[in-house]
């Protein structure tokens, strides 16, 4: 479906490894819809040794049920948050993480008789899940781009919130997206443009996985689930007649039919489209 690796994310991996020593702590955002597609492996790569905080946003989105078994996993390796970042009582949650990697240093600096610094923090993640909106969340301004596009962020900046210092990074994806499947879950939270893959390759892989974990969710749209192209096809003129998208002499506009039904997918609450055994798997490596 899609096989690429923009030269800006090679290039910041490169950086951040130079750098790794100067961050005492590393910030990885997630997508709470997607807690393990969404997590870039090569982060651990750079990270070594060093403290993590997991933030799994966008949870106002996910299957908050399902999500405490992801969130067991990363606690084997570092603080997690759960997060919604338009909910004002996040911000609470994520400085009091963050302040307790800050006291730790400033105990073992004091025992040195050392004076502490502001904690140097950076903030990592894919695309889209909410890098930028965190740290303007945590210095109460606006003083980052954020947006709804895939990559928005193109500069580092530090941000200084008094005990701690934030950088901000541009969105890392993987070098390799291992399967459709993955690339569908990736572009259904918006961490690759949807223009970015061609839209029938896209709808069906989308199908698949709404139709492999939410066959209910199709079924509350008159849809049913199905696996192979021509029944997925069939579905969408079904969704296309449904919704009149009507072009003339009794036809149907399929390719609006899609992209309705691809946005539909997007906007979906109460989801996660990844499950536990793939995120076991990450910690057996």
Request: proline share 4%; glycine share 4%.
């Amino acid at each position: 479906m899609i096989h690429w690796f923009p030269g800006h994310m090679a290039k910041q991996f490169k950086l951040l490894q130079e750098k790794q020593k100067i961050f005492d702590l590393f910030i990885v955002v997630m997508d709470a819809r997607i807690p393990r597609s969404s997590f870039n492996e090569e982060i651990f790569k750079v990270i070594n040794n060093k403290p993590i905080l997991f933030v799994l946003n966008k949870s106002d989105k996910a299957d908050l049920s399902k999500l405490k078994f992801f969130v067991k996993q990363y606690e084997k390796r570092g603080q997690v948050i759960i997060s919604n970042l338009k909910n004002p009582a996040t911000y609470k949650k994520l400085d009091s993480a963050i302040n307790k990697e800050y006291l730790k240093l400033k105990v073992k600096n004091e025992s040195k008789g050392k004076l502490s610094p502001p904690l140097k923090c950076v903030v990592l993640g894919i695309p889209n899940v909410g890098k930028s909106t965190l740290i303007n969340t945590m210095a109460k301004s606006k003083s980052t781009k954020v947006g709804a596009i895939a990559g928005i962020t193109r500069s580092e900046q530090w941000i200084n919130c008094k005990n701690y210092m934030l950088l901000d990074t541009p969105g890392l994806l993987m070098p390799k997206i291992k399967s459709n499947e993955i690339g569908a879950k990736l572009a259904i939270v918006g961490s690759i443009r949807k223009e970015a893959i061609d839209q029938n390759e896209l709808i069906i892989e989308l199908y698949r996985l709404m139709s492999k974990y939410y066959p209910k969710k199709l079924n509350e749209i008159n849809l049913e689930p199905a696996d192979d192209e021509e029944s997925i096809f069939l579905n969408i003129n079904k969704y296309s007649v449904a919704n009149n998208l009507l072009i003339k002499n009794g036809q149907y506009d399929i390719k609006r039919g899609i992209n309705l039904l691809i946005n539909h997918f997007q906007n979906l609450n109460n989801v996660i489209f990844d499950n536990v055994e793939e995120s076991e798997e990450l910690w057996k490596k």
